[in-house]
């Protein structure tokens, strides 16, 4: 008898665990109306628009929260009307005046004004703590200016005045940032808890008029986005549906793929990608990221650095194909100027080749005929492109090591890696820079402007005629004359920089057959607002 | 008893207070900044500074420890550097995750591991315990990322009989959050189908967490059945022709399951803390992957947190041994 009581409980649990069937509880949506982007989503802090300065927590925003402007997916060089429906620029380029479309519904259901717009400026300005802050306040908008800045005329023009020229093509492409992603003020004030601008509430809740709206963010686990119902600034998506799994394993993500469970894995690396390609269940699409891997020389630290001829030696002695191909298995593309292919003002031009010969003439002719030796810092984890830190630094230092350059690496974790690289107590550093903004000057005043204290300042590279050049080429429109200033600050950064570019990384994501019209860029990531399921 | 519990109570806090101290002085003096791992390498040096001031990391070390010890004792363990959240809530939001996963660990781990070793002893050296020793090898010496790599590989990729990484599938609802306990909440939701995912969820994390604990206990439960077996009131007991199964179970096991409890008991305590590689490749949002994310984003109040939950859970978990060893041999008595 016992033994039948035993049996049948082990035989109702079997049942229970393996017959259970999960879509029976499952939510609304189904599998052709859901997309689950396999990802490593760990390194989100906070969904707060304002606040979300990182890769997973951004993306899921720019769906949630409309902005002023907007890039269209796949052309990042000009914007496009979204909340407003035009704008002027005054010929001072300080005075932007954005005319906002009438009727926008947030996901609440409330009408979108000018006054949302101001208390989504309040916020980024005056929230503590704020890491994607900067990005308004390099524009001189502050926390006590901000209303003077930032005023409102009517409940359907936002007029931001700044007090110093900046760059249009940069403040529009800021203007299309999460980081202003404008808020429900109605909504938010109404979760406002001691003085946290409403914060901690949306960390678990939207209050926005993208497309989707947040149904969950737990931490660790998954970001599921679902459609907002009362979006009505384009065609309501097809995908109703959008769910992040953090699967931070690259192989558990190809498994998920693989089974099923997963529509787009977005972390798989350069061999497992190259792996992909020919089977027919999946197509891998790639697009150019706005990054670049660079290895920087610092101009001080190494004497042989203050030499011009030394820093090109590096770039004629690095075997930039080998690193495309072999390392890299096709992830990445040629890159040797600053502003990345995509980008207004790239420079497609690769004056450095392979050439251990040259490399060695210009260091005898600079007084080194032997060579030198100098610390190669680099971080412990992955290199962009899917490859890893240790095997890049080892490439380099073999490369280096053809013409006599003794590079002793030193493999560090990449927070120790970015403190001592901006203490600037490197000798030579391998790193990444990475979008923030995609305008060409994002990237052309942390390399070339050393008075941001950004990278040329790291390497202790002090160039005043090249950091006014920048100024001047970011405070201008996208002319020709603006294309020109950014060749000539390539050309000077490619023949006396203390940055060797190595690549451009692409942006990989292994996509199953189901998935049907999926485009995607670095900025906006995946468009899941057209895309469709079979 | 209760004079042995408050004195070791008491001891603990020592413990505890020097964990404390020494955590604390480790991450700040490491080579690393958590304010620009906090705000990305991208911030300027202007906000650096400010957002420096406004977590008090300004301060001088014995300052920022008086604060973090005062605020210790009214029951806070700060804030968290990278989710603004108070450490209490994070680690009451993981540490369930980590218990459900720690505790079906171990009881894969005890039912493997005591009938492996139990049938390893009674056929000494022949194949069955050939057969349990490179098993408990396995586990012992197998790493964990290997193993959880390989049976996903098998049970999950190539056969497709268990389920991915994470808790729940894409569609399964989840239940309303109770206990933190995926498996338990659907329960108490009285949510079966959500609870059967759960269960199927677990059974490779479990088992690849249990495996190491599993050959513990294995080699522990065989070692000290052999001995007791050679014991003369276990002759005895033959002598007076007490069948065999019951001279096993009754006069053998019992006396040797005390060295296994020892076992037990701590390989629980760092079941708990040790989940750190299975939780990354399992997706399994309990405390190890807290953990790991905060050591690698220099999030120290959170590595200060976690480190003395963990501490505590240490003490308790020898505690608790201690206490069952007087349960287990009624000859050993605390004062």
Do not use: C
């Amino acid at each position: 008898m016992r033994r039948l009581v035993v049996g049948m409980v082990v035989g109702l649990l079997v049942a229970l665990v393996w017959g259970g069937t999960p879509g029976r509880s499952a939510p609304v949506y189904g599998p052709q109306q859901t997309i689950v982007v396999a990802n490593d989503i760990s390194d989100a802090v906070s969904l707060d628009p304002q606040l979300a300065y990182e890769f997973a927590s951004t993306i899921a925003d720019h769906w949630m929260y409309a902005t002023l402007v907007q890039f269209p997916v796949g052309d990042l060089t000009h914007v496009r009307p979204e909340v407003a429906q035009s704008w002027d620029v005054s010929k001072d380029a300080k005075t932007y005046t954005f005319h906002l479309r009438h009727g926008i519904k947030f996901s609440s259901g409330n009408t979108l004004t000018a006054a949302d717009v101001i208390y989504t400026f309040e916020r980024v300005v005056n929230l503590p703590k704020d890491p994607a802050s900067w990005l308004i306040t390099q524009m001189g908008i502050d926390a006590k200016n901000v209303d003077q800045s930032v005023t409102a005329p009517d409940p359907y023009t936002i007029v931001i005045a700044l007090p110093e020229a900046f760059s249009p093509g940069a403040f529009l492409s800021i203007m299309a940032n999460p980081v202003v992603g404008i808020v429900d003020s109605k909504t938010v004030k109404a979760h406002v808890t001691n003085g946290d601008w409403g914060s901690a509430w949306l960390n678990d809740h939207s209050a926005g008029s993208g497309p989707y709206e947040l149904v969950a963010w737990t931490r660790l686990v998954s970001i599921e986005l679902t459609a907002n119902l009362n979006y009505n600034l384009g065609p309501a998506p097809s995908i109703k549906r959008v769910v992040w799994p953090n699967i931070m394993e690259s192989t558990v993500q190809r498994d998920a793929l693989f089974r099923g469970d997963a529509d787009i894995a977005e972390g798989l690396s350069a061999s497992q990608l190259a792996s992909l390609k020919g089977n027919p269940r999946f197509t891998v699409m790639q697009t150019p990221d706005l990054s670049m891997t660079y290895l920087g020389m610092d101009v001080k630290n190494v004497p042989a650095f203050t030499k011009v001829q030394v820093l090109q030696a590096v770039k004629w002695a690095i075997d930039y194909d080998g690193i495309i191909k072999d390392l890299l298995a096709g992830n990445g593309i040629p890159l040797q100027g600053v502003i990345p292919k995509g980008l207004f003002g790239y420079d497609p031009s690769l004056p450095y080749h392979h050439d251990p010969a040259r490399a060695k003439a210009l260091l005898q002719e600079a007084g080194f005929p032997n060579g030198f030796t100098a610390d190669l810092l680099a971080g412990t984890g992955q290199a962009a492109g899917g490859i890893s830190a240790g095997d890049l630094a080892a490439k380099i230092k073999d490369d280096l090591g053809q013409v006599g350059i003794t590079a002793n690496i030193r493999q560090v974790a990449s927070d120790q890696m970015y403190s001592t690289y901006r203490a600037q107590k490197t000798q030579m550093v391998l790193a990444n820079w990475s979008v923030d903004y995609p305008d060409p000057d994002d990237f052309a005043k942390p390399f070339g402007d050393y008075t941001q204290k950004s990278l040329a300042w790291r390497l202790q590279w002090y160039n005043d005629p090249l950091a006014k050049l920048v100024d001047e080429a970011g405070s201008m429109q996208n002319t020709p004359q603006r294309s020109a200033l950014y060749k000539q600050i390539n050309n000077t950064e490619t023949m006396e920089g203390p940055f060797a570019m190595l690549y451009q990384p692409m942006v990989s994501l292994a996509v199953s057959d189901r998935v049907q019209g999926l485009r995607f860029d670095p900025v906006n990531g995946i468009d899941f607002a057209t895309l469709v399921k079979k | 008893m209760s004079r042995y519990l408050a004195r070791r109570g008491f001891l603990a806090l020592f413990v505890i207070f020097g964990v404390t101290l020494i955590t604390f002085v480790i991450s700040h003096v490491v080579p690393a900044d958590p304010v620009v791992a906090y705000l990305g390498d991208h911030a300027p040096p202007d906000l650096v500074v400010k957002v420096r001031a406004q977590l008090g990391l300004d301060r001088p070390l014995p300052e920022q420890y008086v604060i973090y010890l005062g605020g210790l004792i009214r029951g806070q363990l700060g804030v968290s550097i990278m989710d603004q959240r108070p450490v209490s809530t994070d680690i009451a939001e993981y540490l369930p995750a980590t218990i459900e996963l720690s505790t079906f660990a171990m009881l894969f781990a005890i039912l493997i591991g005591i009938p492996t070793g139990v049938v390893s002893a009674l056929h000494k050296d022949r194949w069955p315990d050939q057969f349990s020793r490179i098993f408990a090898l396995g586990g012992v010496t197998l790493p964990v990322f290997y193993v959880a790599l390989l049976l996903l590989g098998v049970f999950y990729f190539a056969l497709g009989i268990l389920p991915g990484p994470g808790q729940l599938s894409t569609y399964t609802a989840p239940p309303p959050r109770i206990t933190g306990m995926v498996a338990v909440d659907a329960v108490l939701a009285g949510n079966w189908w959500a609870f059967g995912d759960a269960l199927r969820h677990l059974v490779l994390p479990s088992f690849v967490l249990g495996y190491a604990s599993a050959g513990l206990i294995t080699r522990m439960s065989r070692s000290s059945l052999l001995e007791v077996m050679r014991q003369d009131y276990v002759r005895t007991a033959r002598a007076k022709g007490v069948r065999e199964r019951r001279v096993v179970i009754r006069h053998g096991l019992r006396n040797a399951l005390l060295p296994t409890v020892t076992v037990i008991g701590l390989t629980y305590g760092s079941l708990l803390s040790g989940a750190v590689l299975t939780e990354t490749i399992f997706s399994w949002p309990g405390i190890g992957r807290y953990a790991t994310n905060s050591v690698t984003s220099v999030d120290v109040p959170a590595v200060l947190g976690v480190t003395l939950v963990i501490a505590i859970i240490y003490s308790l978990a020898n505690l608790v041994v201690d206490v069952l060893y007087a349960y287990l041999d009624p000859q050993i008595r605390y004062t």
